[in-house]
């Protein structure tokens, strides 16, 4: 089906995941991440997961050293997490973040929050290194194309680690790029449900369900992951179609103006259109005549009209 092809060629070049980042693999230079309780006290033994995966844990000073790897891509969800503290979440960007301070809250009694649980076999170190291998074997198989292997080393990830929603959401990547937009909604769902917070989960989710033109629920999605850091131009240039559907002219402008029109080719005749609605026939025009000159093509007439 047309919309089928569209898609994936939107999620293979613009959709931000812990495989096809932004911002491409961690630098050679490590980073140092400080834990400290609310009153500013270096915690020692603080896990760090980034992508879901086990990177290092903090010295006696609080200290959190991540180094480089081949196969590390940023950017991708940090957790910290020690025992009788809550676990604090964070997008990790690169080397911009050196030296910045994690603040872990202490529980007042009962167990971390989580959108899922872990049984104590996951929790064991060799369970949970090799799982690590797997994963991080299948984001070299995925980057080289090959989907079979990928798919397969992510499952016995999987099997190990069960509760890992960096494995669930590589598997929605993996079916995505096979061109299975259902079958990857349905791991973005799972990891989804395993933890709403995620914002790739989340945002992932979200473009799927455009897709399948599950609109309202698409918006919802799209909203909470870009609040929690979602930072894919995609999910922006969808909620910018979504609210000039429901004749949201000012949300729609808005969300239009943040992405590049070098890899939205129709962002200007979009805005155009919600310009128009506005009343602001002058820059509509000009944002008209940006499309036109990108893409010249003959057009009848105007795309747009002003507001009765």
């Not at 990177?55 to 200290?63: E, F, K, T």
């Not at 910045?100 to 872990?118: C, D, H, N, Q």
């Not at 200007?268 to 036109?292: N, T």
Request: aromatic content about 6%; hydrophobic content about 45%; charged content about 25%.
């Amino acid at each position: 089906m047309r919309i089928r092809i569209v898609v994936v060629a939107v999620f293979a070049a613009c959709m931000l995941s812990r495989v096809a980042a932004a911002q491409g693999p961690f630098d050679a230079r490590s980073l140092h991440l400080f834990v400290q309780d609310s009153d500013g006290r270096p915690i020692a033994d603080a896990d760090a997961l980034l992508g879901g995966m086990f990177v290092d844990r903090s010295d006696y000073n609080g200290v959190i050293t991540i180094r480089s790897t081949p196969a590390m891509i940023l950017p991708a969800i940090l957790e910290v997490s020690a025992h009788g503290y809550q676990p604090h979440r964070m997008i990790l960007e690169g080397q911009r973040q050196d030296g910045t301070v994690v603040r872990l809250e202490r529980l007042s009694g009962g167990a971390p929050k989580s959108g899922g649980s872990v049984s104590a076999s996951e929790l064991q170190p060799q369970v949970r290194a090799e799982s690590q291998r797997l994963h991080q074997a299948a984001l070299g198989a995925l980057q080289a194309r090959d989907y079979g292997a990928a798919e397969r080393l992510l499952l016995g990830a999987l099997s190990l680690a069960p509760s890992s929603v960096a494995i669930h959401n590589n598997l929605g990547v993996v079916a995505l790029r096979r061109g299975e937009i259902d079958r990857s909604g349905e791991w973005f769902e799972k990891a989804h449900r395993i933890d709403s917070r995620d914002p790739f989960a989340a945002g992932n989710l979200g473009i799927v369900r455009w897709a399948q033109r599950r609109h309202e629920e698409s918006r919802t999605l799209l909203e909470q992951a870009v609040a929690a850091g979602f930072a894919a131009d995609t999910g922006r240039y969808l909620l910018g179609l979504l609210a000039l559907e429901s004749g949201r002219w000012k949300e729609a402008e808005q969300r239009l103006a943040t992405v590049p029109a070098d890899r939205f080719r129709h962002r200007d005749l979009f805005r155009a259109a919600a310009l128009a609605r506005l009343g602001r026939d002058r820059e509509a025009a000009k944002r008209l005549a940006a499309y036109r000159e990108q893409n010249p093509v003959p057009m009848l007439g105007s795309p747009w009209r002003a507001p009765d």
